[in-house]
C-alpha cells in the first residue's frame, strides 16, 4: 500500500513536529482511519518532501518529520494549459487532469462562447474548490510542488500578458494546416496550449490570435470535446518534447 501524501502549507522543516491543518487530519484520521504512528508524506510546495510519522492527542493530529527528500516528479519543460471555460464538472476534470499530466500552470478563459459565467461570491468559491482539486491531484500523483491556477479572464488580457514567445503559443483548431509535431519540431522550453470551450474560439477570438502571431494547430483527424483536447496536448507534446 502507497503511503499516503498531504499537502501542508507551513514552511516544512526537517526533524520538527507540525500541527497538521484541520481538513488533513480529518481525511487523515476520519477518512484514511490512520493511526497513532502511521507512516505519511508531507510536502509544502516549495520542491521536495519529507517523511513523517502520525501523531495523535486528541481531536489533534500531528506529524514528527524526518529528513527532506529532494525527489521532483516535474515536466523538463514549462506547460501551460489556457483553457476556455467548459461547463458542468469538466473544468474539474480538466484541472486535476492537467496536474497529473505536469502541467506547470492553468489559466481559465472566459471565452466568447463560454457557457460558464463566474464572478464575485460565485467565483470565489469556485476558484476554492479548483484549488483544492490541484491539491488533492498533487498528493495522488506524486507531484511535490503545486500547479499555478490563474483566476479567469479573457483572451485579450491573457495575450497581453503572456509570459511565452507567440512562437511557442499554440492554439488549437480544427481547420488548421499545421500539425502539433510540426509546430514542436524546435522543442521549445516552454510551450502554451490555447484550447477553446465548447463551442470552439469565436471568429473574433481567433483572428485576434492571428494577429498576435499565435500558430493554429490541428490534432489527428477528429474533433476532440474540449475537456479531451488540452489533456490529449498536454500528453503529445510532452512526448514529442521528449519530456517525461
Request: proline share 5%; hydrophobic share 45%; with cysteine.
Amino acid at each position: 500500500m502507497a503511503i499516503p501524501r498531504f499537502y501542508c502549507p507551513a514552511d516544512l522543516v526537517s526533524d520538527t513536529t507540525v500541527a497538521l491543518p484541520s481538513e488533513t487530519a480529518h481525511h487523515a484520521v476520519r477518512v484514511l482511519r490512520l493511526k497513532e504512528g502511521a507512516s505519511i508524506v508531507l510536502f509544502d510546495g516549495r520542491g521536495g518532501q519529507y517523511p513523517a510519522t502520525l501523531a495523535l492527542s486528541g481531536t489533534q493530529a500531528h506529524a514528527r518529520l524526518g529528513a527532506h527528500e529532494p525527489l521532483e516528479a516535474e515536466l523538463p519543460g514549462h506547460v501551460t494549459l489556457v483553457q476556455g471555460l467548459a461547463a458542468g464538472e469538466k473544468m474539474d476534470w480538466i484541472i486535476e487532469k492537467a496536474v497529473e499530466l505536469g502541467a506547470a500552470r492553468v489559466v481559465p478563459i472566459a471565452a466568447q462562447r463560454s457557457v460558464l459565467q463566474l464572478g464575485g461570491d460565485r467565483l470565489r468559491k469556485r476558484m476554492e474548490h479548483w484549488r483544492r482539486i490541484v491539491r488533492a491531484a498533487s498528493e495522488q500523483c506524486g507531484r511535490n510542488r503545486i500547479m499555478a491556477l490563474d483566476e479567469p479572464r479573457t483572451l485579450g488580457q491573457y495575450l497581453r500578458e503572456a509570459e511565452a514567445a507567440p512562437s511557442s503559443m499554440l492554439f488549437c483548431h480544427p481547420g488548421a494546416d499545421r500539425t502539433l509535431a510540426e509546430a514542436l519540431q524546435d522543442r521549445p522550453e516552454r510551450i502554451s496550449l490555447l484550447v477553446g470551450p465548447e463551442g470552439g474560439w469565436s471568429d473574433e477570438e481567433q483572428a485576434l490570435m492571428a494577429r498576435q502571431g499565435l500558430t493554429p494547430i490541428a490534432f489527428g483527424k477528429r474533433v476532440l470535446r474540449t475537456e479531451t483536447a488540452g489533456l490529449a496536448l498536454i500528453a503529445a507534446a510532452s512526448a514529442l518534447c521528449g519530456w517525461d
